[in-house]
């Protein structure tokens, strides 16, 4: 074992760059031995490092202390010294021939195997996160990560943008999810909040004079989780003055054309544009996944007067009654129809009705329950053809868009269309600014509180019957099926956001103590401004076709918001509690 590391013995190059044009080149690596094959007088190492994996072959009949490496073991840690040769007959491809080695360290039976072919399951990985980290496929998907921050830093700086840092201990203002929350232990008794994103200070600081803002900002939200959230997530936060949507739109296009081409080599085209009920009524979703068809078709204006009791009463409750084709896919079984009514079931619908199209007529399901014109009106509102499957819904619009969009994907998955090779964006604009929440009897914002509305529904804020009809200068980007970034014009006028605050139900006094200073700093020459933020991690991603977003984080928490590795969140010593003025009670 060296204990001097290497001395003098430098490494000459990296094992992924070694080509053709070295051969006969005497070179220094260091790495991981990541796959060992004895061959008795021949040992065949697959030495690996950041760079990648060359293979380095001992020979015995030239290599003079040849029990060193028979002692080799994967995940030894080597510096070798050899000529770079050709590999066989392979043409480009290159191997080292060694003529020295040194062991640098040397490593027990892993808990977890570097080598892709035999997985450990994903909790095991996380504790050794470490370990996990070395396989070359997620090394690929952070080194990838870097290059996507390092070209969206290279791309603003060369449009102007001053990169700016804002806190991270803030004040807690209401913005949707729960706040991360920090004691102060020199203000006993108060708390900062980690952000869930910069929203009010880079408002603060277009008020500053400063133009154009990003950052490659953390964001904290205490909710419940999934594939594609953490507890905290980075997002490049930007904002603008003086700009229309229409700039915003523009530049963040260009932006992930530049990206795409630069890392990926994908050429990009022009971003389609659908208003939120468009995508809602489309795919009964406000991030659709546009790599395919099957748009939802609306069955209630057709069916208004049916006597099939399932759909007739959730008309009667004034709801709609909505179906996805399935093309082709008459032939399903029973079993694989049960499949998707699991889907709807899980995503909150009290079941999931069926047809298929044979001879113009429809058959099976709830077929027997529909009359003869009612079957050719859905026939032909549907588009369905001989051969297809009907998928229909049945409840409160938000149920039967939640359902069908959740059956449309699964189809779409089950049925080979969405092509991983396809980055389908589009913007969704006008969006709601309030909706109504039932169980608390209040209006709440739909995205966030400092949205412009649109001009011309100003007049809605006078009555309250017309709130709902309010629609923000609010946009979404996403791409197959996910949301990428979400985006607003903000209200840069005192009295627009106070008509906001007090729709929302805000008393002077809350809003002193929660937004006092931003109101205030409106009322000094605020310019008109917006922005947006793409969630980083969602677009590594989509480039890296990463099935979970715990797959692009280097050192991720998991469903429960827990660090596996460090075992955090994690218990503290009751003198630092006391020292913040905090006492723990269990929850009830």
């Known amino acids: 074992m060296n204990l001097d590391f290497l001395g003098d013995n430098k490494r000459s190059h990296y094992c992924g760059n070694l080509d053709a044009s070295l051969v006969g080149r005497q070179v220094s690596l260091c790495g991981w031995v990541h796959r060992r094959r004895d061959l008795g007088k021949l040992i065949f190492v697959q030495l690996r490092d950041v760079s990648g994996i060359v293979q380095v072959v001992f020979d015995s009949g030239a290599f003079d202390d040849f029990a060193k490496v028979e002692a080799l073991r994967a995940e030894y840690v ?24 040194l062991l640098l360290n040397n490593a027990p039976e892993l808990p977890v195997q570097v080598n892709e072919g035999t997985m450990a399951d994903e909790d095991i990985r996380l504790k ?66 980690l952000p869930q994103s910069p929203q009010i200070y880079k408002q603060l600081l277009m008020i500053s004079g400063f133009d154009k803002y990003y950052q490659i900002a953390k ?39 530049y990206l795409f081409k630069e890392i990926l080599g994908v050429d990009l085209s022009e971003f389609p544009r659908l208003t939120y009920n468009q995508a809602m009524e489309d795919y009964g979703s406000d991030k659709p996944d546009l790599r395919f068809g099957m748009k939802l078709k609306n069955l209630s204006e057709v069916l208004q007067d049916t006597e099939f009791k399932v759909f007739a009463s959730a008309l009667a409750d004034g709801g709609s009654v909505r179906c996805v084709v399935a093309p082709g896919c008459g032939s399903f079984s029973r079993k694989q129809i049960d499949e998707f009514v699991a889907v709807a079931k899980h995503l909150g619908g009290k079941g999931l009705a ?51 969009d959740g059956v449309r994907r699964a189809l779409g998955k089950q049925l080979g269309l969405c092509d991983d090779e ?105 310019p008109p401004h917006g922005g947006i933020a793409p969630g980083i991690d969602r677009l590594v991603m989509i480039m890296t076709k990463a099935a979970s977003i715990r797959d692009v984080i ?29 006492e723990i009670k269990k929850n009830k």
Request: aromatic content about 12%; charged content about 30%; proline content about 3%.
């Open 422 to 526: 396809q980055f389908a964006f589009a913007w969704i604009t006008d969006f709601p600014l309030f909706e109504y929440d039932q169980e608390n009897g209040r209006w709440v914002a739909c995205h966030h509180m400092f949205t412009n509305p649109k001009e011309e529904h100003l007049k809605y804020f006078e009555n309250e019957a017309d709130y709902g009809k309010i629609q923000g200068m609010l946009y979404d980007l996403v791409c197959n099926g996910m949301e990428i970034s979400s985006g607003s014009i903000r209200c840069h006028r005192a009295d627009i956001q106070k008509k906001i605050f007090d729709l929302l139900g805000f008393e002077q006094e809350e809003l002193d103590e929660k937004f006092g200073f931003f109101l205030e700093a409106l009322k000094y020459g605020t």
């Open 128 to 193: 050794y996160r470490y370990l996990d980290l070395r396989r070359p496929a997620l090394q690929n998907i952070i080194k990838t990560r870097s290059k996507i921050i390092s070209g969206i830093r290279r791309f603003l700086d060369g449009e102007g943008f001053f990169e700016i840092e804002t806190p991270i201990l803030m004040k807690s203002t209401p913005e949707g999810a729960r706040d991360y929350l920090v004691p102060s232990r020199l203000q006993n008794g108060k708390f900062f909040a």
């Open 554 to 582: 280097a050192f991720p928490k998991t469903l429960k918001a827990v660090d596996l590795m460090s075992q955090s969140p994690s218990q503290v010593d009751i003198s630092q509690l006391e020292e913040l003025g905090i």
């Open 78 to 101: 080597l510096w070798v010294k050899g000529v770079v040769q050709k590999k066989g007959d392979s043409g480009q491809e290159v191997e080292v021939l060694a003529s020295d080695i």
């Open 219 to 257: 964001c904290f939200r205490d909710e419940d989780l999934r594939a594609d959230r953490q507890p905290e997530f980075t997002q490049l936060d930007m904002e603008m003055s003086f700009v229309t949507q229409e700039d915003i739109f523009a530049i963040n296009q260009r932006l992930f054309q």
């Open 354 to 404: 069926h047809t298929k199209v044979e001879g113009g007529k429809l058959e099976g399901g709830v077929a027997k329950f529909l009359s003869d014109a009612e079957q050719k009106a859905i026939i032909k509102t549907s588009g369905a053809k001989d051969g297809d499957l009907i998928f229909y819904a049945s409840d409160s619009n938000s149920v039967v868009y939640k359902v069908l």
